[in-house]
């Protein structure tokens, strides 16, 4: 939310931020106030008994990148009495004035004129991270109780710049975090919201409806997520402190969420030190997170080891009990490799037929290879082509299937500001609807009425968020093309592959759509000189050409 450039054309209130905080808070106390410590229960009691301009600048300070602030460099028309804020501010320990942080904080700052003028001595022609540096090498501690890298500001930059800490940080993220169920949203969701920045469906809210059952729920995703946070700062700052957190356990806990969390960090760690070659630390770290893409990455390590038999009983695992498509591809592929490497039989296994076409071409360095090869694809004239690339079947997809994917499913909506269900992207999407979603399926065999319905919806709904439509690039004439020449029959093939597997099925489609001058259409894959097929987009053409779906990979070769 920082630096968020609220635009004159929209007129909303000079205190919508406080509004909105209000309302988080509130609606947080409504569901969760059985799981709330007695620490985070009084967060909401104290902030509600500030005087209004306190509760104004609390906002105002959160809602920007800290987390500390120049008391001068604050000003806020809508707030008359600043020093009356700050004061019931720090009163309240919503803020602390002339906070004991690290040297490099106070001294990041100050511009770069006022650090030379109060270190005179130190080189000026370094850059403000060099000086900050410098800085920090010569200044000891004014006190013998005191460390020098952990000061007052007033001790390091002098009293006349008084600088504040916003207090009680950990609590409101447990706030956000109870009200979005993630990390990724916060406070600017409803001032975007309101602005019509972005624009959400207005769907029904289950007033029941919680991201988390219990206390433990809660902890488990927020320890998940500091552990996370600790990983890519340790990657990227500190490789050293890895070495701990490599021995650090994930709790024991039955919560999905906290569970991906800790999975995708012990992922990425894994494959850290599988890059740094460091086999056996990366093996015992992937069998931890025990997550896409945890089992492959073993398999490949095994290989590349030369451990053939293991590798070969890991492939044989996976294929019993595959977790998705594509680790069923690398496993069939790793298993091939190895049962070669052991001298055994491999078995023959059927292949799809995938068309493939040469193409000479000029390159052009202003234009994208796909573009390319759309321009030499219809310069007959005899085709019409749109670059697409995952928008169509993904739009016709949205727009078909809107009223399910936002119907009023239990636990399915629980805060207004949801791109989609919960649940979209989890078996149970599939599990809860599934009457839903054969019906809408049956629907296309039985005419063209769903033809007008997907225009209805796209007329109706145009900008609403749904994850699966991109407005930009979705026009009418493409939607009106598509539903007239692509048979029915292919769009259930497809919706139900994608159904399967919305996580991982929603991309690899083909670039190009060529349509016929009256019928008839095609997909085009377009690869540059070099680029070869991605494994998802093998699967796709895979299995077009197991079901009579026109397509096609065109490689261009330069002239």
């Given at each position: 939310?920082?630096?968020?450039?609220?635009s004159?054309?929209?007129e909303?209130?000079?205190?919508?931020?406080?509004?909105?905080?209000?309302?988080?808070?509130?609606?947080?106390?409504?569901?969760?106030?059985?799981?709330?410590?007695?620490?985070?229960q009084?967060?909401?009691?104290d902030?509600?008994?500030?005087?209004?301009?306190?509760?104004?600048?609390?906002?105002?300070?959160?809602?920007?990148?800290?987390?500390?602030?120049r008391v001068?460099?604050?000003?806020?028309?809508?707030?008359?009495?600043?020093?009356?804020?700050?004061?019931?501010?720090?009163?309240?320990?919503?803020?602390e004035?002339?906070?004991?942080?690290?040297?490099?904080?106070?001294?990041?700052?100050?511009?770069?004129?006022?650090?030379?003028?109060?270190?005179?001595?130190?080189?000026?022609?370094l850059?403000?991270?060099q000086?900050?540096?410098?800085?920090?090498?010569?200044?000891?501690?004014?006190?013998?109780?005191?460390?020098a890298?952990?000061?007052?500001?007033?001790?390091?930059?002098?009293?006349?710049?008084?600088?504040?800490?916003?207090?009680?940080?950990e609590?409101?993220?447990?706030?956000?975090?109870l009200y979005?169920?993630?990390?990724?949203?916060?406070?600017?969701?409803?001032v975007?919201?309101?602005?019509?920045?972005?624009?959400?469906?207005?769907?029904a809210?289950?007033?029941?409806?919680?991201?988390?059952?219990?206390?433990?729920?809660?902890?488990?995703?927020?320890?998940?997520?500091?552990?996370?946070?600790a990983?890519?700062e340790?990657?990227?700052?500190?490789?050293?402190a890895?070495?701990?957190?490599?021995?650090?356990?994930p709790?024991?806990?039955?919560?999905?969420?906290?569970?991906?969390?800790?999975?995708?960090a012990?992922?990425?760690?894994?494959?850290y030190?599988?890059?740094?070659?460091?086999?056996?630390?990366a093996?015992?770290?992937?069998?931890?997170?025990?997550?896409?893409?945890?089992?492959?990455?073993?398999a490949?390590i095994?290989?590349?080891?030369?451990?053939?038999?293991?590798?070969?009983r890991?492939c044989e695992?996976?294929?019993?009990?595959?977790?998705?498509?594509?680790?069923?591809?690398?496993a069939?592929?790793?298993?091939?490799?190895?049962?070669?490497?052991?001298?055994?039989?491999?078995?023959?296994?059927?292949?799809?037929?995938i068309?493939?076409?040469?193409?000479?071409?000029?390159?052009?360095?202003?234009?994208?290879?796909?573009?390319?090869?759309?321009?030499?694809?219809?310069?007959?004239?005899?085709a019409?082509?749109?670059?697409?690339?995952?928008?169509?079947?993904?739009?016709?997809?949205?727009?078909?299937?809107?009223?399910?994917?936002?119907?009023?499913?239990?636990?399915?909506?629980?805060?207004?500001?949801?791109?989609?269900?919960?649940?979209?992207y989890?078996?149970?999407?599939r599990?809860?609807?599934?009457?839903?979603?054969?019906?809408?399926?049956?629907?296309?065999?039985?005419g063209?009425?769903?033809?007008?319905?997907?225009?209805?919806?796209?007329?109706?709904?145009?900008?609403?968020?749904?994850?699966?439509?991109?407005?930009?690039?979705?026009?009418?004439?493409?939607?009106?093309?598509?539903?007239?020449?692509i048979?029915?029959?292919?769009?259930?093939l497809?919706?139900?592959?994608m159904?399967?597997?919305?996580?991982?099925?929603?991309?690899?489609?083909?670039?190009?759509i060529?349509?016929?001058?009256?019928e008839?259409?095609?997909?085009?894959?377009?690869?540059?000189?070099?680029?070869?097929?991605?494994?998802?987009?093998?699967?796709?053409?895979?299995?077009?050409?197991?079901?009579?779906?026109?397509?096609?990979?065109v490689?261009?070769?330069?002239?």
């Amino acid at each position: 939310m920082d630096n968020l450039d609220i635009s004159s054309a929209v007129e909303i209130s000079p205190t919508y931020y406080l509004d909105n905080f209000v309302a988080l808070i509130n609606d947080v106390h409504r569901r969760y106030h059985g799981i709330l410590s007695d620490e985070e229960q009084g967060f909401r009691h104290d902030f509600l008994q500030l005087p209004y301009n306190a509760q104004c600048l609390y906002v105002r300070l959160v809602s920007r990148k800290g987390p500390l602030f120049r008391v001068d460099k604050l000003s806020y028309g809508e707030i008359e009495d600043l020093k009356g804020a700050l004061d019931s501010l720090a009163d309240g320990g919503f803020i602390e004035i002339d906070p004991e942080v690290p040297l490099g904080w106070s001294l990041n700052m100050l511009s770069l004129e006022e650090l030379r003028s109060r270190f005179p001595g130190v080189p000026r022609g370094l850059r403000k991270a060099q000086f900050i540096e410098d800085v920090c090498s010569r200044i000891q501690s004014p006190r013998a109780d005191k460390e020098a890298d952990i000061l007052p500001p007033s001790e390091v930059i002098g009293e006349e710049i008084l600088l504040l800490q916003v207090a009680k940080a950990e609590v409101l993220e447990i706030y956000q975090l109870l009200y979005f169920g993630n990390t990724y949203q916060d406070l600017s969701e409803f001032v975007l919201a309101e602005l019509g920045v972005f624009n959400y469906e207005d769907y029904a809210l289950d007033g029941s409806a919680k991201a988390f059952r219990s206390r433990q729920e809660l902890d488990a995703l927020h320890e998940a997520i500091g552990f996370r946070q600790a990983v890519w700062e340790a990657m990227e700052q500190d490789p050293l402190a890895l070495e701990a957190l490599e021995k650090v356990a994930p709790p024991d806990h039955s919560f999905p969420a906290a569970q991906r969390v800790w999975s995708k960090a012990l992922n990425e760690l894994a494959r850290y030190r599988e890059r740094e070659g460091r086999h056996e630390v990366a093996l015992k770290l992937y069998r931890a997170a025990n997550y896409p893409p945890s089992r492959e990455r073993i398999a490949r390590i095994l290989y590349k080891d030369e451990a053939y038999e293991e590798a070969l009983r890991e492939c044989e695992q996976m294929l019993r009990d595959p977790w998705n498509e594509q680790e069923e591809t690398a496993a069939t592929r790793i298993g091939e490799r190895c049962l070669k490497k052991l001298k055994r039989p491999v078995p023959p296994r059927p292949k799809a037929v995938i068309q493939e076409e040469r193409v000479p071409f000029e390159p052009n360095a202003l234009a994208a290879v796909e573009l390319l090869g759309l321009e030499l694809l219809t310069q007959d004239g005899l085709a019409q082509g749109y670059y697409v690339e995952n928008w169509l079947f993904n739009g016709v997809f949205g727009l078909y299937f809107w009223d399910v994917i936002f119907a009023p499913v239990p636990d399915a909506f629980y805060h207004p500001f949801q791109r989609g269900p919960k649940d979209l992207y989890a078996p149970e999407f599939r599990d809860k609807r599934q009457a839903l979603l054969e019906d809408k399926l049956e629907q296309l065999m039985r005419g063209d009425a769903w033809h007008e319905a997907i225009l209805r919806t796209w007329q109706a709904k145009q900008g609403r968020l749904n994850p699966f439509v991109h407005w930009a690039v979705l026009s009418q004439p493409l939607i009106e093309r598509a539903l007239q020449q692509i048979p029915a029959v292919h769009f259930e093939l497809i919706f139900r592959r994608m159904l399967k597997d919305l996580r991982n099925h929603c991309s690899g489609f083909p670039d190009l759509i060529l349509f016929g001058p009256d019928e008839g259409y095609e997909l085009v894959e377009i690869k540059g000189p070099g680029d070869r097929l991605q494994d998802h987009q093998r699967r796709w053409l895979e299995f077009f050409a197991m079901n009579g779906i026109p397509a096609r990979v065109v490689y261009l070769d330069r002239a």
